[in-house]
């Protein structure tokens, strides 16, 4: 099974390191607010796994950072190995919850839902996705799962990333490869700064659908549905009517979009050893440049080191593992793809799902679907969450206490973190639950322009992440993962950045459909300023002596 192993020590101060899945598999949004309720609407892989030598050196082994076990020894025969596997499901399965089915949830109130026209339509097409073999493997998912518990326990580090809002038209070989090519570039960077395995989820491959505050708008003073993503209904006026053939669309969507990444990876595009796959112009001040410039150079000599001494021959440095992940929220597409394995239910149609801040409401039909299936889940937290709503919360979708089941995925904004995080890591801590925290320092700083433009500002968000790395440490605890909305091209969504972005610049190239994202640029950037925290707060001397490192950096950046 390939999982992220342990480590001793934190990876905040470098201490030993350990293992991280390879090979490909694969694997998000929401606002606050709440609408009215509606009623319900009617492969796995081979892994190579990474080794560490267990140093807390300047400079991470290369073993660690290429991914490579080639020279770890076999310590287990194969049927011991079977054995620890078999004991090891048999100590975490889930239990499916007396009464739970995965239509249990129709019998429940449910948010975010689309109203067909006719019920026909959508019988048919929830029996064609049924119909239909699964996107991923339930062993895939039960690593994921695995490797979130390891975060979790501070082993490895969470990076989640993709669109706000998938659209059918991004399934393209450009923007599937810049996506592919900015989440590998992200991970390997904070790889080096962390030196810590990284769990790499992708927002890809079934984020279509969004919540929305009001189910309809006015546009051009008509009324009309609003625009629930792809898989309910167009953008254009004319196709604003919700249409269930877009359900079946958004299946083979995804397949295609997951089938060209497994596909890329397998090919090696994962291998980022090349110094023209490193673009650094947009950086303009110079001091950041060669800071980026400096760190590239070190990761890519330890990087080619491998190759010169036979490390690269098992193509460790050129496959990874990657996980797909989306928002669940139509409830009557996921039920479709969820099948009857071994005593347990698994969504089929992606790795990881996460409900958003508008439906985790205990009594409702989307946190009865969570709580039955075997999938790790994510759920989004808010200021709105009461502390004991969340324990609650936690023990209604998780009450096996399965390691790696529940992650959560803050999103406060920068000027309301320090007034909700700390007592909901008490409350947590408080019940002795244990689970990963992510920190979504996105969906709490979105603002509008005068012009109604929505966008959200580097800083802000550079500032709720530094401030969700100094909370969780003065809780004797670390920050588990981050989690963006990001897209690889470049777009001019949100200001600031080593590219200077601006107000006047968004309508340049503004093309989200819902919010905003970090271009290609400024999620490099990103990385750079998370993987330099990671190594001031592990080397000796610290350039900057503020407990807000990070919000340091970006002023720097700047």
């Known amino acids: 099974m390939a999982s992220g192993a342990k480590r001793e020590g934190d990876p905040l101060t470098g201490s030993a390191s350990d293992a991280s899945t390879k090979r490909i598999r694969m694997q998000g949004d929401d606002s606050s607010n709440n609408e009215p309720t509606n009623g319900s609407s009617s492969s796995s892989s081979s892994s190579s796994i990474i080794s560490s030598l267990g140093r807390a050196e300047a400079t991470p082994s290369v073993y660690e950072l290429a991914g490579h076990r080639a020279l770890q020894p076999n310590r287990h025969s194969h049927r011991q190995h079977q054995q620890q596997q078999q004991a090891d499901q048999q100590q975490q399965q889930q239990r499916v919850p007396d009464g739970w089915t995965p239509a249990s949830w129709k019998s429940m109130p449910v948010k975010q839902q689309p109203t067909y026209s006719d019920p026909s339509q959508v019988d048919t097409a929830l029996g064609r996705l049924r119909s239909l073999p699964p996107l991923v493997h339930w062993g895939e998912i039960d690593r994921l799962r695995k490797s979130l518990a390891d975060a979790a326990e501070g082993n490895c580090f969470v990076m989640q990333g993709g669109d706000c809002a998938e659209l059918f038209q991004y399934c393209n070989q450009t923007q599937i490869e810049n996506k592919l090519k900015i989440l590998l570039q992200m991970s390997l960077v904070l790889t080096w700064g962390a030196r810590t395995p990284i769990v790499r989820i992708a927002r890809i491959a079934g984020q279509y659908g969004k919540p929305r505050s009001s189910p309809t708008e006015v546009v051009d003073g008509k009324t009309v549905p609003s625009f629930r993503g792809d898989n309910v209904n167009g953008f254009e006026l004319s196709e604003r009517e919700a249409n269930p053939d877009r359900l079946v ?236 909305e990001l897209t690889g091209d470049t777009v001019t969504e949100c200001t600031g950045g080593s590219v200077n972005l601006v107000e006047e610049d968004l309508s340049r190239n503004y093309q989200s459909f819902c919010d905003p994202r970090l271009n290609y640029e400024q999620s490099l950037d990103m990385a750079f300023l998370i993987a330099d925290f990671f190594q001031r707060r592990r080397g000796p001397i610290s350039r900057v002596s503020s407990s807000n490192d990070l919000a340091a950096l970006a002023r720097e950046a700047s």
């Open 249 to 484: 669309q958004a299946y083979f969507h995804s397949a295609a979009t997951l089938n060209y990444v497994r596909a890329l990876v397998s090919g090696g595009f994962a291998d980022l050893r090349h110094p023209d796959n490193w673009t650094l112009e947009h950086v303009r001040l110079e001091s950041t440049r060669r800071m980026y410039e400096d760190m590239v150079g070190r990761m890519l000599d330890a990087l080619h080191f491998t190759k010169t001494i036979g490390a690269a021959e098992s193509h460790g440095l050129e496959t990874v593992d990657l996980f797909v992940s989306h928002e669940g929220l139509l409830l009557d597409y996921e039920s479709a793809l969820t099948i009857p394995v071994n005593n347990q239910f698994y969504n089929v149609g992606t790795h990881f799902l996460w409900i958003g801040d508008r439906t985790r409401q205990l009594d409702h039909g989307h946190v009865e679907y969570f709580r039955g299936i075997s999938n790790p889940i994510g759920v989004k937290v808010g200021p709105s969450t009461q502390p004991n709503e969340l324990v609650e919360l936690i023990r209604t979708l998780n009450p096996c206490e399965i390691p790696g089941k529940v992650s959560l995925i803050t999103r406060y904004g920068c000027d309301k973190i320090q007034s909700s995080l700390p007592a909901h890591i008490a409350a947590v801590q408080a019940a002795g639950i244990k689970v990963a925290w992510i920190c979504d320092p996105m969906h709490g700083n979105t603002e509008s322009t005068a012009s109604g433009l929505k966008t959200r500002n580097f800083d802000k968000i550079l500032k709720e992440l530094s401030l969700a790395f100094e909370i969780h440490q003065q809780h004797g605890r670390q920050l588990n993962g981050v989690h963006f």
